[in-house]
């Protein structure tokens, strides 16, 4: 049974940064990534940006390309997303998920096939 723990979340002003944290717990032997998604209440949620825990390689939505850092701890199996210069519409809920691979189109990456979620942390962005 696979467990996911996000932490980190908080209020931050514009232009400011946070880091959030995923912690995995247990094997998902058919799941390669973890990504990271944004929920704005009354929205779906989007894929804001994925990593390959095969051989680290990371895919970033276009909205938070240059802005966010998406990397990974292997020995704590803890996934993390810096979070720099934010915007107000960066605010949302914030949710990792086992994903069985990144795919990225046009602007956006979307999952393909989800194992687990966490429980999110909320993350927003006002003055």
């Known amino acids: 049974q696979v467990q996911l723990v996000e932490s980190g979340g908080g209020l931050v002003q514009p232009g400011g940064s946070l880091t959030l944290s995923c912690a995995q717990s247990g094997i998902s032997p058919n799941h390669f990534a973890i990504g990271w998604f944004r929920q704005v209440a009354g929205h779906e949620r989007v894929g804001i940006s994925c990593i390959n825990t095969r051989d680290d390689r990371t895919y970033y939505s276009d909205s938070v390309k240059g802005r966010f850092t998406i990397s990974r701890d292997h020995a704590k199996n803890t996934v993390y997303l810096q979070m720099n210069n934010l915007k107000p519409e960066d605010t949302g809920e914030y949710y990792c998920?086992?994903?069985?691979?990144?795919?990225?189109?046009?602007?956006?990456?979307?999952?393909?096939?989800?194992?687990?979620w966490g429980q999110g942390t909320q993350v927003t962005v006002s003055s």
């Open positions: 998920a086992t994903d069985r691979g990144c795919y990225k189109s046009g602007s956006w990456y979307y999952p393909t096939q989800i194992g687990s």
